[in-house]
């Protein structure tokens, strides 16, 4: 029971050999050791060990800092605690989009440190100390431009050390516009003198709503919150008139959809006369008049499953082929073209590395392996010319919810997708393509806001 002393293994050779060490004397004492005498190894350092970038220090001897013995009694493994580290980072956004001008994101931190520090660079500039982690909204400026976005983030733990972690996106462009999910009054209304008249929007978009313009018979109300109405009584007349109303709906970027109306007010006590109900022109569906194609998905509706889902027009294929023959402006192909091609369909027709020239198709046989082009192509193409499929409209318009994809080239004019609808062709996607950010992993969704439809996708309104 009584401690003769603690002296250091010699480092010279032959300090171990086998089983038999040789000890230093601590200064001029006597080192007596007998038979039976029982010792213990012990590790001694003048200052405490530094363990980081997660690594382990570990032992089965006691452990000496100076002269303090921090275990007394051997055990199977002294570890040392984990140290402080982010292990992961990502940027989130409610509608798992790539972040855009005017929009938001939150930025989540896996890491047990209790605060975190965010700094932000490239597309726009911004410090957090001490960032609600996961939690808070970081709003992206409307009048940033697209570009690189590098956040890093620091967390600082009890002991003063410290471990950071960097996440990389990209903020795109926003090119959609906000949908218009509903108007009231709706097209053939009619109200006497004095009525009550409402006025109301219910929209949505997937960066958010900047405002709202109502124009009612020339006196225009702006709104920047919903829930978004206004409520008046209808003018005095001495007989009927038309009242224009004009509701335009503007995202953070600029965009914005429109929507044109007429209510009819009757003199006071005159009889309601039944008045035709005028089309609202956004009824789901397809339609294509005169070049200008337009898809209206119907958004939103829920079906059984409570999935949202809107219209999805899928463009028959034109496809790429080779010219086996030539009569006229008549082609025979090594492959067939679908028939629904006389409706847009086109070719550009290639020679080597160079366009011959775009020639509209008229006509395709039954077996789709001839088609009929316009008369221009008759002394153009040859055999051996390759031929890739083009669909070409003079508008195009997708809307609530609706999907037009086509394996083909697409053309337009001018085309307008709303915030809800997706474009996607051999040439050009809409929204782009910049991969989405993960969901944040601990925030659950927010309730839509009055006057706001529910998002059409994962996510929730903004």
Request: charged share 20%.
């Amino acid at each position: 029971t009584t401690l003769k002393g603690t002296w250091r293994i010699s480092t010279a050779a032959g300090g171990i050999v086998a089983k038999t060490v040789v000890l230093v004397p601590n200064a001029a004492e006597t080192i007596s050791i007998l038979p039976a005498d029982k010792w213990q190894g012990v590790y001694r350092f003048d200052v405490a060990a530094a363990v980081t970038s997660g690594a382990t220090l570990a032992t089965t001897d006691p452990f000496r800092i100076g002269g303090s013995l921090l275990r007394a009694e051997p055990v199977s493994t002294v570890a040392a605690a984990t140290p402080l580290a982010i292990r992961s980072l990502s940027l989130c956004t409610d509608a798992g989009a790539p972040p855009k001008p005017g929009g938001s994101f939150t930025v989540c931190a896996d890491t047990d440190a209790r605060e975190v520090d965010l700094e932000i660079s490239g597309a726009f500039e911004a410090r957090i100390a001490g960032y609600a982690n996961c939690r808070d909204l970081i709003s992206i400026p409307g009048s940033v431009r697209p570009g690189p976005l590098k956040i890093v983030a620091s967390a600082k733990g009890g002991d003063g050390l410290t471990a950071s972690s960097i996440v990389h996106a990209v903020v795109v462009d926003d090119e959609l516009s906000p949908v218009l999910v509903s108007v009231e009054p709706t097209a053939a209304t009619t109200v006497h003198a004095g009525d009550p008249l409402r006025v109301a929007v219910e929209t949505w978009d997937d960066v958010g709503i900047a405002s709202v313009a109502i124009t009612l018979g020339g006196t225009r109300t702006v709104l920047t919150a919903p829930p978004f109405e206004i409520r008046v009584l209808a003018p005095a007349v001495s007989s009927s008139e038309t009242l224009p109303v004009l509701v335009e709906v503007f995202d953070p970027s600029g965009n914005v959809s429109r929507h044109e109306t007429i209510v009819t007010v009757l003199p006071s006590g005159a009889p309601r006369a039944f008045v035709a109900p005028v089309p609202a022109g956004d009824e789901p569906g397809v339609k294509l008049e005169e070049g200008r194609l337009s898809v209206n998905g119907g958004w939103p509706w829920r079906d059984a499953d409570g999935e949202t889902r809107g219209k999805t027009l899928e463009l028959p294929a034109i496809g790429t082929h080779v010219v086996l023959g030539t009569e006229g402006a008549s082609v025979a192909l090594d492959g067939s073209v679908a028939r629904a091609a006389v409706h847009g369909g086109a070719v550009v027709v290639r020679r080597g590395g160079e366009i011959v020239g775009r020639f509209r198709i008229l006509s395709v046989s039954e077996d789709g392996l001839t088609i009929r082009l316009e008369s221009e192509a008759a002394e153009k193409i040859r055999e051996g010319d390759f031929l890739e499929g083009n669909w070409e409209f003079d508008s195009i318009e997708l809307v609530r919810g609706a999907r037009l994809v086509s394996s083909d080239a697409v053309s337009a004019r001018s085309v307008r997708v709303d915030a809800s609808s997706i474009f996607l062709s051999r040439n050009r996607q809409i929204p782009l393509s910049a991969p989405a950010p993960s969901g944040c992993p601990v925030r659950g969704a927010r309730a839509d806001a009055p006057g706001t439809a529910p998002v059409p996708y994962g996510g929730v309104a903004p």
